[in-house]
């Protein structure tokens, strides 16, 4: 047939046919996918080697403002649901490789080499120094961090409130303070207060007493301590 009716694809190989052979196009894929190969694999050996950094050289005019976080408001969050913000090197679990890949764009992006990089995630994901949701941040300088992955599921909403009595010693004390007011109040005194003056009161400050002595006993027996204590430390809480 003299007019053939061509694809985009035809087009598009008739063009190819122009510039380069088959042989030279398979030649520059392996590079750049070697390339991206070699890429790839600093960045992994970076985040798992320890790193002094506190600053990378971003581009002011690429970066993305609501993906910077001042160190404050990291440490507000990690608190509030018990999590660490130690160094990459530190953290036990694999780093999958999307967050590999945002990284490497962001590199080529800023034209850079990133370094430093901290995540935020639940102790037990670290290899802390003594015997679900992770967040991976590379350090902008003057405490501010930019956001590059997520992973993990979402923290369920009722962490934040499992935690809440630990957060610091004040929510500790106000959290048995409420706990031996509800058991006083479900203890029958109708008897006993028509004896003994102020019965109630006498009762709460035992049960307070008793709770806040064998919760704290529990609690620093089994090596805990409070959120604003462990949120940056590098050392186990069990």
């Known amino acids: 047939m003299l007019f053939k009716t061509k694809t985009l694809v035809d087009e598009l190989v008739y063009e190819r046919k122009k510039f380069a052979s088959k042989t030279n196009i398979l030649e520059e894929v392996r590079a750049i996918l070697e390339q991206n190969e070699l890429e790839r694999t600093a960045i992994s050996l970076t985040l798992k080697q320890k790193s002094s950094t506190n600053s990378n ?3 002011i005019d690429l970066v993305e403002t609501d993906k910077i976080f001042h160190i404050d408001q990291i440490q507000k969050i990690a608190i509030d649901f018990r999590l660490r913000f130690l160094d990459s090197h530190l953290f036990a679990n694999e780093i999958p490789e999307e967050a590999i890949s945002k990284t ?20 037990k994901t670290f290899k802390l120094d003594n015997y679900d949701d992770p967040l991976l941040f590379a350090p ?10 997520q992973w993990g599921k979402d923290l369920v909403w009722y962490r934040k409130l499992m935690v809440l009595p630990f957060r610091t010693m004040f929510n500790f004390v106000v959290f048995c303070g409420i706990v031996s007011l509800l058991i006083t109040s479900a203890t029958p005194l109708d008897n006993l207060s028509k004896t003994v003056p102020l019965a109630p009161i006498i009762l709460f400050l035992f049960m307070f007493k008793a709770v806040i002595a064998s919760s704290a006993y529990y609690f620093f027996l089994m090596g805990k301590n409070f959120n604003s204590e462990i949120w940056d430390r590098k050392f186990k809480e069990n």
């Open 57 to 59: 050289n971003f581009n």
């Open 104 to 123: 490497s764009n962001l590199e080529k992006l800023h034209q850079t080499k990133l370094e430093g990089f901290k995540i935020m995630a639940p102790s």
């Open 140 to 149: 902008i300088g003057n405490n501010y961090y930019y956001l590059i992955h």
